[in-house]
């Protein structure tokens, strides 16, 4: 900005003074020219009066036209028509009879180097108006022009110059103040260590207008500190939870080593195919808890119908329901049901809860999930009549890595980490209560209402 400004200051500095010279110039010539065009005329006028001589007598009127102080001379020249010279200085040129005029003409001509301002004017002779006439020159050398010039010129131009300069220098001094702020908020910025988070402090020299960019430069740390905590909690929590499968796994293939018998080998070779399987299912969990978490880009957000998406989810478990002669049943709503959100995170949310159910209720129990919808909102609900959740618990249940106390079934307390997550991407509220009767647990997921634009027809 600062460099825009000093070229547009330096560009009208130069046109200033240049306009500010003419000025000058023409404020000079002005009164010189006047004065030089009288004494052409009285010069004029004594060669008219002087005529019938044919020569010319300069009286003392014309000499005291003539006087210049500081140094300016003048010089005269008087020709007749046919071009002959009269009287006075033969180095003035004189112009053709063509471009002749009874008004006086000025001009700028150069003897032996000397720059002189020139009038030249004609006179007619009364005898014989228009064949007979005299050509009387008048020339000025231009000292005391120049000074005038020169004077006038400063007198316009210096304070034109001196206000120039004070403009550009306020200018500076104020961008630069009003920039310091910015320029210890750049500072502060780039000396800060790699892992500090901590928002940028304002204080009361912090100017306005920069006040908006440092909240919103101070929300983006604060997006940022999240995500790395979650981030960091993650990785501790991965290797934390991966070193128990993977421990079982080293110390059963260990074993399988050192054990002879083949049905030995056998029965230790399962508990490492056991272990690779937890090992490898908390990573799927994690890799799915990764990937509903803040900070990560979004799936394309669509119309789900959640009949569909629940039948799917029920369908997954038919086999584990039927392993525990679980009655697992399934209630679609008699219209589509419409949720926004990608169908493949609803499902798996639906399919984690169902997947609790199965298997926390006893053998012969019964889970049933259902899809409601009341003012073009979708609900789903699942429900079982299994041991339940405590009251104390229901909370604690949504976080990483909790399981519920006494639990003889694996897992690995991320399920319902999951279910939240993908809940709060879809602005979806979850929530845990007694089964009907009390015993057993009901999850209830309700959706927002679908934008009913947005349903196909
Ligand atoms: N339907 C249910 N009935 C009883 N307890 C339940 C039910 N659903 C969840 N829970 C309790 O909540 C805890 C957390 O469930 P969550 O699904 O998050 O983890 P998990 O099932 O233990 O492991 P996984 O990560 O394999 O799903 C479970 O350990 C269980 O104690
Ligand atoms: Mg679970």
């Known amino acids: 900005m600062l460099n825009w400004l000093m070229v547009l200051f330096a560009t009208l500095l130069v046109f200033g003074t240049v306009v500010a010279y003419i000025a000058a110039a023409d404020f000079a010539n002005g009164p010189y020219d006047r004065e030089l065009i009288e004494t052409t005329r009285a010069l004029g006028k004594l060669a008219a009066e002087q005529s019938a001589a044919g020569a010319l007598r300069i009286n003392n009127d014309l000499i005291r036209r003539m006087a210049r102080d500081d140094g300016d001379r003048m010089l005269y020249k008087v020709v007749d028509a046919q071009g002959r010279l009269i009287g006075g200085e033969p180095a003035i040129p004189t112009p053709e009879p063509t471009e002749l005029s009874a008004a006086p003409q000025l001009g700028d001509i150069q003897i032996g180097g000397v720059p002189l301002r020139l009038c030249t004017l004609t006179v007619e002779l009364e005898s014989n108006p228009g064949s007979r006439y005299l050509v009387a020159q008048m020339a000025e050398t231009l000292i005391n022009r120049s000074q005038l010039t020169h004077q006038i010129f400063v007198t316009i131009a210096v304070p034109q110059i001196l206000l120039t300069v004070l403009a550009s220098f306020g200018l500076w001094l104020g961008l630069g103040s009003g920039l310091a702020a910015l320029v210890r908020l750049k500072e502060a910025v780039l000396n800060r260590a790699a892992d500090d988070l901590s928002p940028v402090q304002m204080d009361q020299d912090t100017p306005d207008e920069v006040r908006p960019l440092i909240e919103a430069f101070n929300e983006v740390l604060e997006r940022m500190r999240k995500l790395l905590d ?4 993650f990785v501790a929590d991965a290797a934390h939870q991966l070193r128990t499968p993977l421990a079982g796994v080293k110390t059963q293939a260990e074993l399988a080593l050192r054990l002879k018998d083949r049905e030995a080998v056998q ?138 106390l006494g639990s003889a079934e694996p897992g690995s307390g991320l399920g319902l980490a999951i279910v939240a997550e993908i809940a709060r991407v879809h602005g979806a509220e979850v929530c845990v209560d007694a089964g009907a009767g009390g015993c057993g647990a009901t999850f209830t997921i309700r959706f927002p209402a679908a934008d009913p634009h947005t349903h196909p027809a």
């Not at 979650?230 to 909690?233: A, E, F, L, V, Y």
């Open 230 to 233: 979650s981030q960091q909690r």
């Open 267 to 404: 029965a230790s070779l399962q508990q490492v195919l056991a272990g690779a399987e937890r090992g490898s299912a908390l990573i799927n969990q994690l890799l799915a808890l990764a990937r509903h978490e803040e900070g990560h880009p979004r799936a394309e957000m669509r119309p789900v119908d959640l009949n569909e998406a629940a039948r799917n989810a029920a369908t997954k478990h038919v086999q584990a329901a039927i392993g525990k002669s679980i009655d697992l049943g399934f209630e679609a709503f008699p219209d589509p049901v419409y949720a926004r959100g990608d169908p493949l995170s609803i499902e798996e949310m639906i399919a984690n809860v169902i997947d609790n159910a199965v298997r926390y209720t006893r053998e012969g129990g019964r889970v049933t999930s259902r899809v409601l919808a009341h003012s073009g909102a979708g609900t789903v609900v699942v429900e079982d009549d299994g041991p339940g959740i405590p009251a104390a618990d229901r909370e604690r249940i949504f976080e990483r890595f909790y399981r519920g």
